[in-house]
């Protein structure tokens, strides 16, 4: 019997610039502060998936890489078009790299994430049976995604034309999922960091994060005695 091939791990984002990422967090924090913690939350996702096992991670990124980026991933450019066709290719280009492997996707926004919640579903003792992994976000939409098969034409079916970023994203995914016949495992449900109060949430969830530590840097200073 042959073993059981490693999976691929690939985080999709933005690189931290100012005024382009995280800009729901503005005018509570500035442009800057927000890229802070983008770039602080990337860290601690990256940080995350290092411990992991796979065979391959990929950072499907849109911009450049700069210091923040550790050693040990691939970066590879977004391709053009919404976010559920560069989720697609994502899939596709992990396939190419690694035929045999299965492949999960997950976000720059949950810098919170227990490097358990993936290494265990993502074993080879406990793939058997599961064509896909979901991991639902609060919000309702999804904060990763998993593939048994990445092949691109099962990607182009499950993504293509998914609305993004709205709150029945999560749900159209899952019928997506289940039409095309798809054993799924669920993922435990994480918090997605898209505005302050979230940011302050997720912070609490991890407190020793480096997301939580560039928070408490950007928090106001308290005003005087009354």
Do not use: Y
Not at 37 to 46: P, S
Not at 103 to 114: I, R
Not at 171 to 197: F, H, K, Q, W
């Amino acid at each position: 019997m042959l073993a059981a091939p490693p999976p691929t791990l690939l985080v999709i984002a933005k690189a931290p610039v100012p005024g382009r990422v995280k800009t729901r967090l503005t005018p509570a924090f500035t442009p800057g502060q927000a890229a802070g913690l983008a770039e602080a939350a990337l860290a601690d996702t990256l940080a995350a998936l290092a411990l992991v096992p796979a065979g391959r991670r990929l950072l499907v990124l849109d911009g450049e890489p700069g210091r923040w980026l550790p050693p040990g991933w691939e970066v590879v450019p977004q391709c053009a078009g919404g976010l559920d066709r560069r989720i697609a290719a994502a899939f596709a280009h992990a396939a190419r790299l690694a035929p045999r492997a299965p492949a999960l996707l997950v976000g720059m926004d949950t810098p919170q994430l227990d490097p358990a919640a993936l290494a265990a579903p993502l074993s080879a003792a406990e793939r058997p049976g599961a064509d896909a992994w979901f991991g639902p976000a609060e919000d309702g939409g999804f904060w990763a995604l998993g593939l048994a098969r990445p092949e691109a034409g099962l990607a182009a079916r499950l993504l293509h034309g998914v609305p993004m970023s709205t709150a029945g994203t999560g749900r159209r995914l899952l019928d997506r999922l289940a039409s095309n016949g798809l054993a799924v495992r669920e993922l435990p449900t994480l918090l997605d960091v898209d505005g302050p109060e979230d940011a302050a949430r997720v912070a609490a969830l991890a407190p020793g994060s480096r997301f939580a530590a560039r928070l408490r840097e950007f928090a106001p200073a308290p005003g005087p005695a009354r």
